[in-house]
């Protein structure tokens, strides 16, 4: 069982909808964690880090719930150029990720 | 801005050969990572370094050995391939700074290997 879990999709969405993607992880002494955003053959970019309080990035918005030991991601207002899979993963000095979450904007 | 830089970034193998992917990092990062990746599958770690001179098992390790050469280099050998080896090999740094900060994962471009 890998250590980050997220469904996999894909998310087929409509240009201007919100999206959200979800991921659980079972390590409880991972510190840090993050959305990565990875186009097709190419190598995976930092989205966002994700902090207990919650962050926001224009239209992405991270949160952490330590308590249920789970991360998520909402876009809002999709773009067709949003399409890409998203990743999370966490951890300290050993970081896996999910499988990702294909997304695909529909224009 | 080289970043972290891998090669080769393509390479077809035998079953059985021997090969070294070679990674470097320029940013003075403290730990480095190897991941592997498959259709399906996502991002699997298969050994990292968390600091200069220590190594550990990630998700995958079987069939692979690493060698963090100095504090810029980590590299991932494959001494016998086999088919299920073929993927897209990505090596990654992080600063690793402290439990709450420059913890950010910082990804090489990707090495593509077939094993037939």
């Known amino acids: 069982r890998k250590e980050v879990e997220q469904d996999p999709g894909p998310f087929n969405v409509p240009e201007g909808a919100t999206v959200a993607f979800n991921c659980t992880y079972s390590?409880?002494?991972?510190?840090?964690f993050f959305w990565y955003r990875q186009d097709c053959r190419k190598e995976p970019k930092l989205l966002m880090s994700?902090?207990?309080s919650g962050n926001e990035d224009g239209r992405f918005t991270a949160q952490l719930n330590r308590a249920s030991q789970y991360i998520s991601l909402l876009i809002r207002d999709s773009k067709l150029s949003d399409s890409a899979t998203y990743l999370c993963?966490?951890?300290?000095?050993?970081?896996?990720f999910g499988t990702g979450t294909k997304l695909q904007v529909i224009p | 801005n080289a970043g972290v830089t891998q090669t080769p970034k393509f390479q077809v193998l035998k079953t059985g050969q021997s090969m070294t992917l070679q990674c470097a990092q320029d940013m003075n990062h403290n730990s480095m990572y190897w991941y592997r990746q498959d259709p399906g599958m996502g991002l699997r770690l298969i050994y990292y370094?968390?600091?200069?001179?220590?190594?550990d098992k990630g998700e995958v390790p079987n069939g692979y050995n690493v060698s963090r050469l100095n504090k810029r280099e980590f590299s991932l050998r494959l001494e016998s391939a086999a088919p299920s080896q073929t993927s897209v090999y990505f090596c990654a740094s992080s600063l690793l700074a402290g439990r709450n900060s420059g913890n950010t994962i910082y990804f090489g471009e990707g090495s593509w290997l077939t094993v037939v």
């Open positions: 994700v902090y207990s």
């Open positions: 370094s968390a600091s200069e001179g220590t190594t």
């Open positions: 390590n409880s002494a991972s510190q840090s």
């Open positions: 993963g966490g951890g300290y000095q050993k970081v896996t």
